[in-house]
Each structure stands twice: as C-alpha cells, then as structure tokens.
C-alpha cells in the first residue's frame, strides 16, 4: 500500500458525460501527479500540482482539468467524455524535497466510457 | 524532448533463471533520474529500483539489479532466480533532476515460466 488513495476505483459512464475522478497523497506530501495509461499511448503525465498550485502541464485535453484543495487532495475532471478517454488514470504524490523526489502511485481509477 | 524506449513488448523466462529487461533513452541532460517499475496484473504501479545519474555504481536491490550505462544511454533491469511473482509489466522511466514528471517506457510483459 503506497498511502495514495483514489477514488472511485473503476467508473462507467457514457459519451458527452462529465466525471470527477479523487486523490488523496499519502500524509505530508504536497504535490500531486495525474498520469493516463491507454492501450495507445501508453503512460503520460498529465498534470502536476504543488501546495495547491499548478506546477506543470503534460498531455492534458482541455476537456481535462484538475485541481488540488487546501487539505492537499486532488481532483482530476473530465467532461465532454469521448471513446478514447477510456484509461487508467493514476494519481501519485511526493514530498517536495531538492534532489530524488520519489513518486507514490495509487491503485489507479478505472474509466470506461461507452 | 526525452524519449524512453523499451524494444522488448513481450518476454518470457524460467522460473529460478535469470532475465533482462533492456532500456534506451534520449536526453541531452547531464543530471536525472532512471526508474524500473512494475505493474502486476492488479495494475498498482511499484518502484522497483532507481538509479541517479550521477552515480557510477550500478544500483541493486535483492534481485534486482540494472546495468546503467550513461555515454550509451542504456539502463537494463536484471532480475535473478525469477520467481512467479516478478510476472508484470515493467516500465522503464525517466526524470530530469529539474523537473517533475516522470516519462514512461512503453513497458515489457514478463511472462514467468514455472
């Protein structure tokens, strides 16, 4: 067990739909990692958030936004959902230190849109 | 760009043999981060062994040990006395010392033979 929760673990929902997927990092950790893993694409970094800020932007649609709250969790939200969206979707935090910065991942949430 | 490539999709080896997993990457960086994860069949993401680049020594940890290679930009994974267990997905990945996200291998399946 990494610590990092994710909820809900899987998700079925249908085109055009809007979905709020949730983080929680494991206790201490400021910042938050959203990854998609697809058949096609493989693992890819989405977003970042430190402290409640954005840090840094990967492959996210712009139907995809996110945020991080006060009490550090995070939640990834997807709308206008599409057949390709269909993905593992990973959160994973770590502690904000110089130097290696390890990356807890959660069980990860299961979307299938249909 | 940093890109990871993993040119193995599939691989299979005996129980209690010994297999390697191979890795190339694409960095004009002189300072980051190489990962080996695993991903079982119950998708959670473990980090299973890292290496900084700045070390010469090649990192270990029990059975698992890489073959870093910096001037070739090659960083095997080595697993000893396979076990059923070490079946999964593994993911060679990348992490500039400067920044946050983490880019992913396509992965290799490892298929243990008992």
């Known amino acids: 067990d990494s610590g990092v929760t994710q909820t809900p673990k899987h998700l079925i929902t249908a085109t055009g739909q809007r979905v709020t997927l949730r983080c929680s990092p494991r206790?201490?950790?400021?910042?938050v990692y959203w990854y998609q893993q697809s058949l096609d694409q493989g693992l890819q970094f989405l977003i970042q958030?430190?402290?409640?800020?954005?840090?840094a932007k990967g492959n996210i649609l712009e139907r995809f936004s996110a945020q991080q709250f006060p009490d550090l969790h995070s939640e990834l939200n997807l709308s206008s959902l599409e057949l390709g969206d269909s993905a593992l979707y990973f959160c994973?935090?770590?502690?904000?230190?110089?130097?290696?910065?390890?990356?807890?991942f959660g069980p990860g949430t299961r979307l299938t849109v249909l | 760009a940093q890109t990871v490539t993993q040119s193995q999709p599939e691989m299979s080896v005996q129980e209690a043999e010994t297999v390697t997993l191979s890795c190339t990457y694409d960095?004009?960086?002189?300072?980051?981060?190489l990962f080996w994860y695993k991903q079982p069949p119950s998708r959670q993401m473990i980090l299973v062994i890292r290496?900084?680049?700045?070390?010469?020594q090649n990192a270990t940890e029990n059975r698992f040990s890489v073959n870093f290679q910096k001037a070739a930009k090659s960083f095997s994974l080595k697993i000893s006395d396979s076990q059923l267990g070490d079946a999964a997905m593994y993911f060679c990945?990348?992490?500039?010392?400067?920044?946050?996200?983490?880019?992913f291998g396509k992965g290799t399946r490892l298929h243990i033979l008992p």
């Open positions: 994973a935090s770590s502690a904000h230190i110089q130097g290696l910065k390890e990356q807890f």
């Open positions: 206790s201490g950790d400021l910042s």
């Open positions: 958030y430190y402290n409640g800020e954005e840090r």
């Open positions: 960095t004009s960086e002189s300072d980051y981060y």
């Open positions: 290496q900084e680049a700045y070390k010469q």
């Open positions: 990945a990348y992490r500039s010392a400067g920044d946050d996200k983490i880019i």
